[in-house]
């Protein structure tokens, strides 16, 4: 490990090493942050800054001389003669994850970060709408104090620009950052006046990112097409004051309270030297190179790179990269699997039959978040009172790391048998806290959890009393309940270690590849006579690398690979069991011929998507008016020409970002740049136009849009009221457009008229169904969580790959399909898995056999057993409790939520009520 050079056990933060060094080398983290302003809104009060010394810059450790901080460092924390530490590590594969760094803008004069205090990076305004930031998530601005009612937001701030950052792609996150801070904004000032985005185009291209686009616009946040070319302070030099260029070609000047830079994402400068150490090739914008068609790969056999190494992503696609570099990794580890796996102590569970309860209560303040409205102290000595609580405390945060270590410690030395956390969500934190006391030897089914941040300082804000009564009373009914929860068993089940994968396009052929190499067995089940899906039609990806010639490649390894089994012309027409133990039913397209059972562990859906046909701008009236793949395919199979091309126009969002598609189709922009370009390099002559409501090249893709305007492609922009129209005559095309700046009609001849047509996905209602996993309103796949777990469904034991997910391109595709492969091959690679306790009993003496919950059940978790009386299958069972609240003899029964349980809360409640 290299040595920081500075004891972080010493250090206090004084920053006395970084006032007397001539280059103000020590730093807080390296984070490039300068100036105390900075250092103090990133990490706040109450938590403690330290300093770390770049060796690239330090005066001593490149000559040899200065050692100033050493002298005036009052604890002795800088030793610029620490030494670092090596360690030999024998392994079978690397995975190179390092992040990113945020642009540091202070540079730049014209955007005033140093000049004017109310000017912040939009890393800092992320800390102060933090609970744990300096402001406890009160948002105030760092010149006086007051709460801001007039924000705006500068963005593309280190992207998208040559102009002293060096920086010429898009950062990609930055557009939905923003708006997501202009939207939280409202939450925390109630009369917020203005909130301004300064933008040139809105890069919402994601998933369900162009709603969240138009809820911003509803709610009155304002989008303003203009790079300001000056910010400074405002009066008396509190504020902000803007000067920019409108679109109608004024300088205009607004005042803001407070001013967010939308920075972007580059490379550190530690990358050049953790490539040039592991032996890996960089790309030109400083990133690790990988190929398209194997994106988590690097130029070295063996490491792998993920996430915003590789170039800038956002979270989503960050998971889906390491789980798909993990997948990669342990393909080529398989002989090895389990070998160097230590064994896990397991502590002895804790007898608690026959105790009395012994509750632990925790109340967290969740920084601001709930302590800003609840007050936590009062929850806390009310808690104290309640039957049976031998230990109540309060958590600044209950799902830190230390506090997680002081509920084990609790549960030990006060001898606690039930444990009450009263927080956020349990959706998220309550496995985080059951395995905390299982850790500490507790059944971890002896846990209950209170919402308090949802459902008291949330909904409440308004009304801390009330939020505060509420938060009392969820106490008090989840201490009631808590008493009477029992240690719930969790049952075991083999798993076959075979997968099926629907689907036998560019992913699934992938993700069948993938598992192969980790030894299991697959069957790619695939309703076309051939496979390749949409692959079969692209001509290139974006690194140039020719598809057809990979989609051949990938169609013979499948083929040949012993352990795949390939259904062409074939469909799911049934599928029965549950993780581990599926037997899927396999016919021919049109139910024809005899069926076959495929019984597998884990299914990887990868359906994909298609795209949309128009039915306007002369599509079907004109041989050259043609959709992207028409346009891919007659480039491919040379019945289009670019030398006998004069003048070629494109439309986007054709279908698109209308109400029949609210969605952005991601791919869109990119492929139009890739086929103009296509055409301007066979043909420079061309005379080009893109008609566009917003580009959204994100990415490095934006070098294709700079390439093009270099190259004379003349870009217009419409609003969808003002779309193009287009008139077919004989073998004449002449498109129609305003354009924005001049305001007049522009027409534009065209020898080829290209559609960017919406992408939908494919058909997929029965197979969701089916699977049991859930279509959004547009037909796509829905993930568990779109952040953290976006391969998953919420029904264990399928995963999903591709455009069925949502639009994307190849080496997203690719990486999606290695990662479901990953999290598949994880589940089948053990031979046991464990089923949650907290599922469904039926009592056959109370049971009428009338089959009310086999109706109810989502899961089809109940079925008909002896004597025709309901059973519940434990693997199927989600503890949703239907067949419970439907019953009308009371035979269901949840365990966890018996009706004895719900009621010792009910009557709680109305304890202090009656």
Known sequence: MAPRYVDLDKCIACGECAAKCPKRVPDPFNAGLANRKAAYILYGQTVPLKYAIDPEHCIYLAKGKCRACEKVCPTGAVNLDQTGVHRLLQVGAIVLAAGFKTFDP?????LGLRRAPDVVTSLEYERLLSSSGPNRGHLKRPSDGAEPKKVAWIQCVGSRSLNKCDNAYCSGVCCMAAVKQALMTAEHVKDVADRAIYCMDMRTHGKNFESYYEKAQAQGVRFLRSRPHTLGPGPQGKGVRIRYASEARRELILDFDLAVLSVGLEAPRHFARLAETTGIAV?????AAAQDLTPVASSRPGIYVCGCFTGPKDIPQSVVEASAAACAAAGQ???????????????????VAGEPPRLGVFVCSCGANIAGVVDVDRVAGEAAKLPGVAHVENALFACSQDFQERIALAVREHGLNRVVVAACTPRTHEPLFQETIAGAGLNK??????NIRNQASWVHAADPAAATDRAVDQVR??????????????PKLSVIPRALVVGGGLAGMTAALELAKQDFTVHIVERQAELGGNARSLRATLGGQDVAMHLARLRRRVEEEGRITVHLGKVVAQVEGYVGRFATTLTAVGGHGESEVVEHGAAILAVGGQEAKPNDYGHG????????????RALRFGSLDPYDVGSAVFIQCVGSREPKRPYCSRLCCTHTLKTVLYLKEKNPDLRAYVLYRDMRPYGERELLYQKARELGVIFIRFELETKPWVVVGGDDITVYVKDHILGDLLELPADILGLATGIEPSDAADLARMFKVPLDADGWLVEAHAKLRPVDFATDGVFMAGMAHYPKPIEEAVAQAQAAA????ALLAREEITLPGLISRIDAALCSGCGVCLAVCPYGAISRGEANLAEVNEALCKGCGLCAACCRSGAPSLAGFTDADILAQVDAMLEDHS
């Open 106 to 110: 202070s540079h730049l004069d014209y």
């Open 445 to 450: 089914y002896l846990f209950e959890m209170a």
């Open 477 to 490: 009914m989840a201490a009631a309940k808590a008493a009477r929860l029992r240690p719930l068993s969790e």
């Open 283 to 287: 790309n030109d914008l400083r990133f």
């Open 822 to 825: 990953g999290r598949a091959g």
């Open 333 to 351: 580890l398989v002989l090895a699997r389990g070998a160097f796996v230590p064994e896990t102590a397991i502590r002895p569970v804790i007898d």
């Open 621 to 632: 009236k004109h041989h050259r008016v043609m959709t992207h793949l028409e346009i891919d």
